[in-house]
């Protein structure tokens, strides 16, 4: 058994190494700029919700506020009369501060995952490939096999789903080589 401390620098230099692609894969390559879609009218839709000083949150329009109410005739016309929506609501400028803070967070915790299950199951001295392979896809599961529950449940564009486990394949990849690089011998 090897401890996650002793893990320390595959943790961390995965982190940062997938930080900057994905920083790379965001801003650069640009794929990701069309996964959102323009709303026609935009500004007055904006100009609506602003003046109902909607509170951050998400919402879904319609909706009902239980199981009984979703089978009233009422509310299936309101379905069938659409649209249906799901919306996130915050104001605020998009400084990516806060964010890219978070997500180099998450990038460690994924690496701990991956650490605390490949020590608990490798031993010093395993090959480059064990550990690719079983850091790569612990690290795969934390990128990406979560996502597609959006698209099955709130119906987010399956395209964008299958383009961010693409990226979450690149950043298991990079994670695996780390720590298949920087296993203890």
Request: charged share 15%.
């Amino acid at each position: 058994m090897i401890s996650i401390s002793s893990l320390w620098l595959p943790i961390l230099l995965a982190a940062v190494t997938v930080f900057a692609v994905s920083s790379i894969m965001h801003t650069i390559l640009g794929y990701h700029w069309n996964d959102l879609r323009r709303l026609p009218q935009q500004d007055a839709l904006l100009d609506a919700v602003r003046g109902l000083n909607v509170p951050h949150g998400d919402y879904a329009l319609p909706k009902c506020d239980n199981m009984k109410d979703m089978r009233s005739p009422e509310f299936k016309q309101k379905m069938a009369r659409g649209p249906f929506m799901l919306l996130t609501v915050t104001s605020g400028d998009m400084a990516m501060g806060k964010s890219l803070l978070q997500w180099f967070v998450y990038l460690l915790a994924v690496g701990v995952c991956c650490a605390y299950i490949a020590g608990r199951e490798l031993h010093v001295g395993a090959t480059y490939l064990q550990v690719f392979r079983l850091t790569g896809f612990a690290a795969f599961m934390g990128y990406a096999m979560a996502l597609p529950q959006a698209s099955i449940w709130y119906r987010r564009n399956w395209r964008m789903t299958v383009v961010t486990m693409f990226d979450g394949l690149v950043f298991a990849l990079l994670t695996g080589g780390v720590f298949g690089w920087l296993w203890p011998r």
